[in-house]
């Protein structure tokens, strides 16, 4: 079991570096955009960002805290809530290529005394026991080769009372086998397909509740907009990364997200570790 979750987690590093400087078609965000109807004309980043405050208000942090972002990409919505929320950041992934480069652009926003970036692998965090004032999953937890592994650790690096506020993507629908092999090959191996299945690691690691939103329909236009928005820049990106990578990644994404769009949904869960409960050395 411990050799496959470790080809796993490779899987996903793999994934990640290989898609790599692509993330500047999402302006540095790798998770959806929120819309409150479908009149709701908020332009595509700005949704994004959206997204990003709706999960800041729910860490209910307070400045000068510390905050656990697992699975940090390159740290675009860390920097946007260390300034907004003058906290710290300490940002794990497991692809070297985002290390690298979140590291780079929190040195250029003069943000490196407030976030730090280091390569970790959630199942076993390198962190003591009640560090942390709260944590962040932000679209991580699917790509997840062991979720309760990750929760575990989470609950361990937490003080008693902080909250880890994290996303999943559920199966809305039946799919084939064909279609639940594409899901693996872009890192959502095992998707949830109701809320208490999603929130089932988290409380077996010890996490009460507190919120479980289903975010479905008011996250859906987001996998339409950025198959536009990649549209609209395929030719700057030809130039800048060659032609053969961006055919091989327009395929692939656009595989994946239509079927996103059709069978997979969107929740955002709020959890909080119980006052009074200490952790132990998992």
Known sequence: MAEKTSD??????????????????????????????DQDDTPFLEAMSRLTWMVAERLALRPGERLLDVGCGVAEPAMRLVERLGISVSGITVSRWE???????VARAGLSG?????????????FSNEEFDAALAFDS???????????????RVLRPGGRVVYSEYPAIADMTAAQREVLRANTV????????????????????????????????????????????????????????????????????FELCREKIGYYLIVCRKPSGVGSTTI
């Open 99 to 105: 290390v690298q480069q979140a590291t780079a652009d």
């Open 141 to 155: 937890v699917p790509n997840s080769p062991d979720k309760q592994k990750w929760f575990g650790e989470i609950f």
């Open 114 to 126: 407030k976030i730090s970036i280091s390569w970790a692998d959630a199942a076993a965090l390198p």
């Open 8 to 37: 796993r987690t490779e899987e996903v590093a793999e994934y990640y570096d290989g898609v790599g400087e692509l993330v500047e078609v999402v302006g540095g965000n790798l998770h959806l955009g929120y819309w409150d109807d």
């Open 189 to 256: 191996p095992d998707p949830p397909t109701s809320m208490d299945e999603a929130v089932a690691p988290a409380v077996s690691a010890g996490f009460e509740v507190l919120e479980g939103l289903d975010c479905s329909d008011r996250v859906r236009r987001f996998y339409t907009a950025f198959l536009q928005r990649f549209a609209d820049q395929r030719a700057d990106l030809s130039a800048a990364y060659g032609k053969d990578r961006i055919d091989a990644f327009e395929s692939g994404i656009t595989q994946m």
